[in-house]
């Protein structure tokens, strides 16, 4: 069965630090892998997504994040953390190419900032 | 990209009562999901809503509590029903798609239960 663990419940950084956020997944094929990022009192926005190709991919708002098999993960990274990146950060994964069944999230990580 | 809207955006509702959650898609989507986010919790999916045929629920969910219907391929709905406070949450319309498979939220239905 597909999970997802986000190991750290809160994380408190302060800001203009590095931010390290981790996921693992247990999957049986290819995973697809999702972050997602939801602000107080905000809605769920796709920060950034892995599906094949570069194992280090891109996302919005300058997050990274780099997918490695061997170690079934999906960290989640931003060098210089911005006040405005206080919010929860839900780790996903889910088949290919497959509109009829959802993505399984983790229980999130909770990040605050300090100044 | 996929467009959701929910109805109500909030609610504070009564013990015992029911409330009706309504969801509109702007494309047609075969599957759409419901999730309830409990305060400071994760996601929970509820159940999945096939357009044409009964809603298959999780475990801890069932239909008498939560019924949904799914009318067509753009709506659907989730009734909360004899509503205590343990059902106060955030309930979440959702569907996965688009050319690159991510999941679409809207925006949420806050609700309180007094």
């Known amino acids: 069965a597909q999970s997802v663990t986000q190991p750290d419940i809160h994380i408190t950084v302060s800001e203009g630090a590095s931010l390290e956020l981790r996921c693992n997944y247990s999957y049986g094929a290819t995973p697809y892998l999702f972050w997602y990022v939801q602000s107080p009192g905000q809605g769920l926005q796709l920060l950034l997504k892995y599906f094949s190709g570069d194992t280090l991919v891109q996302g919005i708002k300058g997050f990274e994040a780099e997918f490695k098999r061997s170690q079934s993960s999906f960290n989640l990274r931003k060098p210089s953390v911005h006040w405005s990146d206080a919010a929860e950060y839900f780790c996903?994964?889910?088949?290919?190419?497959?509109?009829?069944?959802?993505?399984?999230f983790g229980k999130g990580t909770r990040l605050s900032v300090i100044a | 990209s996929a467009v959701i809207s929910q109805k109500p955006s909030r609610d504070i509702c009564q013990r015992g009562t029911s409330l009706t959650i309504q969801c509109q898609v702007d494309s047609q989507v075969t599957m759409m999901f419901w999730y309830r986010q409990q305060p400071g919790q994760s996601l929970t999916l509820i159940a999945t809503a096939n357009q044409g045929s009964e809603a298959t629920y999780e475990s801890g969910f069932v239909i008498d509590k939560f019924p949904i219907s799914r009318p067509n391929l753009t709506f659907s709905t989730l009734t909360v029903s004899n509503m205590s406070p343990e059902d106060s949450s955030i309930y979440l319309c959702?569907?996965?798609?688009?050319?690159?498979?991510?999941?679409?939220f809207g925006p949420g239905t806050r609700l309180t239960v007094l």
């Open positions: 959702s569907l996965r798609g688009g050319g690159s498979d991510e999941q679409f």
């Open positions: 996903a994964v889910g088949a290919s190419s497959s509109g009829n069944t959802p993505l399984v």
